[in-house]
């Protein structure tokens, strides 16, 4: 993804990022994962790129799941976040932290150039719907297409902003 890429503002240009993806499984008896981690980003820190490898081996030591990739989904700008950079910026930064120094995480701006506020449980239905239906999921060991799950990676302030009471 380029600047002039971030910088789109017209939903008509996006295109889901797939450069990281893999596309195929490698393990017959693992589920196929997708993590996603939705926020601010403003700016990202090591930190939220760090737990995206602790997820990703807790998942691989303690789980069923095979982690086909991960997404960093910045939010618009019409978050309206005191001090929130714009949502250009924040795609940027986030591309840069990722570009070098990770083979599987990837940076989707569809939410950060909504114009409207997008919640979280609609982002994660959009990426939903680009890996299992518009691309049909992906290809098991044995050759045949399967469902990838999508979970939410999140930090503390994100669940703090979804706590109904205070």
Request: aromatic share 10%; hydrophobic share 40%.
């Amino acid at each position: 993804m380029s600047e002039s890429d971030i910088q789109m503002s017209d939903p008509a240009d996006y295109t889901f990022p797939t450069s990281r993806l893999k596309t195929r499984q490698q393990y017959r008896d693992r589920e196929p994962l997708i993590l996603v981690a939705c926020g601010s980003f403003s700016p990202i820190t090591n930190l939220h790129l760090r737990m995206f490898e602790t997820a990703a081996d807790f998942c691989r030591f303690n789980t069923n799941f095979e982690i086909i990739g991960g997404y960093l989904s910045p939010v618009g700008d019409a978050y309206k976040k005191a001090g929130l950079v714009a949502a250009r910026h924040r795609l940027r930064m986030c591309e840069v932290a990722t570009e070098e120094d990770s083979d599987w995480l990837m940076v989707d701006p569809w939410e950060g150039m909504r114009e409207e506020y997008t919640p979280t449980a609609k982002v994660l239905d959009h990426f939903y719907h680009e890996v299992n239906d518009v691309m049909g999921g992906v290809e098991g060991v044995d050759g045949v297409k399967r469902p990838v799950r999508i979970a939410l990676l999140a930090g503390a302030d994100l669940i703090q902003t979804m706590v109904c009471c205070p």
